[in-house]
């Protein structure tokens, strides 16, 4: 099939709101054309129920989707679940890594994701031998997202520690990077193409020293990379934090140099009224996790304070314990809800902007998220007959639709999900097999 270069819906969210009777044309994967209350064409292509652009997943781990359904047998904490990835962090190939890559980057278009930050950093072999090509886990990543039809920012994760003051041991080998010097030359390696933005992460504060955080920083203001970084996830990262270094991790942070427009603090669910001031005062964007929270018991995020102090807000699906962005943006608000006794912290405008131009901007792409010439052609079709979206005003449709209610997604102009459907196939099959296979190596082990 030839990949349309127009488009029509009966309604789609623009940057000042919901309009009716859009086209939107397409030249070289952008949108060449908006044009609003408009009958379709003869070829558009007609896009049914609600246009969005295209959403981004701001936080990933893609390893970890094969730990769904698998952490819960007893109970446990977030310590206990990170035994587990460890186990099967032990085992990956670059091999198995692109398959489980691909089905879930593909699961993730399924949901509307045009656009991912994976967070990397099973850079080596077993015991931290370094391959021969040192980035070939992360080339496994710049195909499986290829091959999903998704944006990737590489987000590949300086990992010097195995804890404040520790040595790295065991899975944590394949991790970690000799100092920051070395995790530099592997970056300046990594080759951007088209639909592949490299930029930089810090683990934790947890996971690299102080002085070495100020290092990985400025490369990656040096080469204007985007940087995130896990922010006060749980409270022992805190307690760590204080008795090693006397400040929080955000403070720490800041000393070092890392905060600033261009920088994603992940999480941030244990910050300090100090803390959000300076994150909001530096411009610092923050990346909120709902689900992962709520599954590894981590705790609330301050979502609303953090945006009123001045924080550009984005979400993202981090350990895959559901693939669904509507779903997590959505959340958002309902965990302001429990925590503010109040209805409608942020408006549906609001949870629109966290799925889609909080994202991109976080990932490096500034242009991103929004259906307005010169963007990128992504865009999501949103059902409004299913069940769950049946009779709402599509205004609000943000607040009751999930990821099944997807119909079309569009990326760079191509259709990749077209009736519900991934050009890859059943990506429920391509999914089965990965995480089979990668669980049968660690079973061996």
Do not use: K
Request: hydrophobic share 45%.
């Amino acid at each position: 099939m030839t990949d349309p270069r127009a488009f029509w819906a009966a309604a789609a969210w623009l940057p000042d709101g919901l309009a009716h009777g859009v086209r939107l044309t397409v030249a070289d994967g952008r949108l060449a054309s908006v044009t609003t209350g408009v009958p379709a064409e003869t070829g558009d292509h007609h896009l049914p129920g609600v246009v969005l652009p295209g959403f981004a997943n701001a936080h990933s781990h893609a390893f970890h989707r094969a730990l769904r359904g698998r952490t819960h047998g007893d109970g446990g904490t977030f310590w206990t679940w990170r035994e587990r990835m460890y186990a099967l962090a032990a085992t990956l190939t670059p091999d198995t890594y692109l398959d489980l890559a691909r089905a879930t980057f593909a699961e993730m278009v399924l949901a509307g994701v045009t656009a991912v930050g994976e967070l990397h950093y099973l850079h080596h072999a077993p015991g931290g031998v370094r391959y021969d090509d040192a980035n070939v886990m992360a080339e496994a990543l710049r195909t499986a997202a290829a091959d999903a039809g998704l944006r990737l920012t590489l987000l590949d994760t300086a990992y010097l520690a195995g804890g404040i003051g520790r040595p790295v041991t065991g899975p944590q080998q394949r991790f970690a990077d000799t100092d920051a010097e070395a995790w530099a030359a592997r970056v300046d390696a990594l080759r951007p193409d088209a639909t592949l933005t490299v930029g930089a992460a810090i683990h934790s504060v947890r996971a690299v020293p102080r002085d070495a955080v100020a290092a990985v920083a400025a490369h990656a203001r040096r080469r204007a990379l985007p940087l995130h970084v896990h922010v006060s996830e749980q409270r022992a990262e805190n307690e760590d934090c204080l008795a090693a270094y006397g400040a929080t991790p955000t403070r720490v942070l800041a000393d070092a140099g890392a905060l600033g427009p261009s920088t994603t603090a992940v999480h941030a669910v244990h910050v300090t009224p100090a803390d959000v001031a300076l994150l909001g005062s530096t411009g610092t964007g923050v990346c909120l996790c709902p689900s992962t929270e709520r599954d590894l018991g981590d705790g609330l995020a301050p979502g609303a304070g953090l945006r009123a102090a001045g924080c550009r807000l984005a979400v993202g699906s981090d350990q895959h314990v559901r693939t669904d962005l509507l779903a997590e943006a959505r959340d958002v608000e309902m965990h302001e809800r429990v925590a503010r006794e109040a209805r409608g912290v942020l408006d549906p405008a609001g949870l629109v902007d966290l799925l889609t131009t909080g994202g991109h901007t976080a990932l490096g792409d500034p242009t991103g998220g929004r259906l307005a010439v010169g963007a990128p052609a992504d865009l999501v079709a949103v059902r409004t007959d299913t069940p769950r979206t049946a009779g709402a005003d599509p205004a609000q449709l943000v607040l009751v639709a999930g990821s099944t209610d997807v119909d079309t997604v569009v990326v760079g102009g191509r259709v990749r999900v077209s009736g519900g459907r991934h050009a890859l196939g059943d990506v429920g099959v391509l999914l089965a097999r990965a995480v089979d296979a990668a669980w049968r190596e660690a079973d061996l082990r």
